[in-house]
């Protein structure tokens, strides 16, 4: 039986199955049957992880009754795979860790104002999903405490879509977004990501945290990633709040390809050029007219996102 791993808690996955349509035309246009059923891996499946959001196959007892495991015995091709470099521990050790699987749309979260915008974190968010190929969004919340102009002028020449919203305030620009995809949200904690979260699904009951007044920081109130179904359509996968989003397995070359415009320019570069300096020939290459200085703006912040850890700190 297929299943769709909604959340993963210490070993168990938890996954939403869907029964077969019961047989005779009246029956077939009711909706499909479904449950929840708990599963462990299987041994065969050896160190293979497993996310929220991956399919699955399962064997065994797929009750979803109380006290019943099913197991994984299979993981399905995955269509992407959003992941970020451990570099936000004491102990960095560079490995890649799987966020989400299979998502299609990747919407990052920040605030307009408390805590203020950090546009490297969201940079690094935007390199991890280009490597991912998953398509972009980005939600301005807070929009009563602060206007979001500049930071929508520093992502305009990325073509990066945004909504803005703010508490109490309409979703339905974001919800139109959210119709019939698979997104997976991220933020730095304290965003009001689990605010919407909680206002898109209400029976989600996320939950939420006040800004800490002296260091501008949230808790991370959301303590692992979990699926949820959206009333409209299409479902919507809450993180937990990050500080930091290591791009440690993402290559120099990936950031480039986001950029198609100035590639060509780096034919001339010379060998192991880091883009960042100033032998590199995308500066003639855009004083020539063949793209914008905006763009090449962005490509050089991009690339200089991966080799930072950590958010940028007031």
Known sequence: MEGFVVAVDRGR?????????????????????????????????????IVVGDRVALVGDVSGRPDTLARVVRVEPRTSMLRRSADDTEDTDGIERPVVANADQLVIVTALADPPPRPRMIDRILVAAF???????????????????????????????????????????????????????????????????????????????????????????????????????GWIIDTPGVRSFGLAHVSMETVLAAFPDLVEGTVDCPKGCTHLGPECALDAWVAAGNAGPARLESLRRLLSSREGTLDDTP
């Open 131 to 233: 490597d991912a190929e998953i398509d972009t969004l980005l939600c301005l919340t807070k929009s009563d405490l602060a206007p979001p102009d500049e930071l929508v002028a520093l992502y305009e020449p990325l073509g990066v879509p945004h909504v803005v919203v703010h508490k109490g305030g309409s979703l339905e620009e974001l919800r139109d977004h959210l119709k019939g995809r698979l997104s997976v949200l991220v933020g730095h904690s304290g965003v009001g990501k689990s605010t919407l979260v909680n206002a898109l699904v209400p029976d989600a009951n996320r939950a939420v945290s006040q800004v800490n007044a002296v260091t501008g920081r949230g808790r991370h109130t959301s303590t692992s990633a979990v699926a949820l179904e959206l009333p409209e359509s």
């Open 13 to 49: 996955y938890t996954t939403l199955v869907e029964l077969e349509r019961p047989k005779g035309s009246a029956q077939k246009r009711k909706q499909p049957q479904r449950r929840l059923v708990v599963a462990m891996k299987a041994r065969e499946l050896g160190r293979k992880g």
